[in-house]
């Protein structure tokens, strides 16, 4: 091995390591159990091999952004991951990516729903949706008001498309505390819904959180967050 390879491999482990301490940290803050936030690595920034060094490392959760790229890596890797679609998702690319991964993340449309419904397995597609809370242009997502519509699309599908929660993107600031209220106002969305739906779905799961943020979304109570690039590269604006 190149002494290059061996410092990123290095470098990876040691990230991974300070990654799981902040998290651990931000959970103790928010009085919140250990085990209650689950760290996504979003592997379109490495390599094969890097990846490899990732699942001897303990990592669990794998998202790519691409299904080509999904299909590719699964080839390699099996079931050394639990893997989780997290970039924008086209309906027509949906049926090369249903049975393949465990959540879909990027949920955004009722027509969507509809083709994941109509692709789904025997055991369904479990999904979030996608909620543009910063208001931003450049984000994908709905708005709060259009939830609820999403929502009842996936219960009409009988189980073949089950809500599990929400995801955000937060805008790209210097200070983390900047976009703090972004991961508060889907926990409220989140809350505010959980009850009067929960005939249907128990939408437990908030997605939100990147390399740069990610501390003050699990103070916030996200339960899946998404680290990208940020253990290979040195720079405090990485993100997934």
Not at 54 to 66: C, I, T
Not at 70 to 75: D, N, V
Request: with cysteine; net charge negative.
């Amino acid at each position: 091995m190149r002494g290059d390879e061996a410092d990123t491999e290095q470098r990876i482990r040691d990230r991974l390591c300070l990654v799981r301490e902040r998290v651990a940290e931000a959970l103790c803050v928010s009085g919140r159990g250990l085990n209650e936030t689950k760290i996504l690595i979003a592997s379109k920034y490495y390599t094969s091999e890097q990846i490899a060094v990732l699942a001897d490392a303990g990592v669990e959760l794998l998202g790519e952004n691409r299904a080509e790229s999904l299909l590719e890596k699964q080839k390699s890797f099996g079931d050394a991951f639990e893997w989780h679609f997290i970039g924008h998702l086209q309906r027509r690319k949906v049926r090369q990516i249903t049975g393949k991964v465990a959540l879909v993340h990027s949920v955004d449309s009722s027509r969507l729903i509809e083709e994941l419904a109509k692709r789904a397995p025997e055991e369904g597609v479990e999904m979030l949706i996608q909620v543009n809370v910063s208001g931003e242009e450049s984000k994908d997502g709905v708005e709060e008001a259009e939830i609820e519509r999403l929502l009842w699309t996936a219960a009409k599908t009988e189980g073949k498309v089950r809500a599990r929660g929400f995801m955000t993107l937060a805008p790209l600031v210097e200070r983390a505390e900047d976009v703090r209220y972004v991961f508060a106002k889907l926990r409220t969305i989140r809350d505010r819904l959980k009850d009067s739906w929960s005939p249907y779905f128990d939408l437990p799961e908030l997605s939100m959180g990147m390399s740069s943020d990610y501390q003050v979304a699990v103070e916030e109570g996200a339960t899946i967050i998404r680290v990208g690039r940020a253990m290979i590269e040195d720079t405090k604006e990485a993100r997934s």
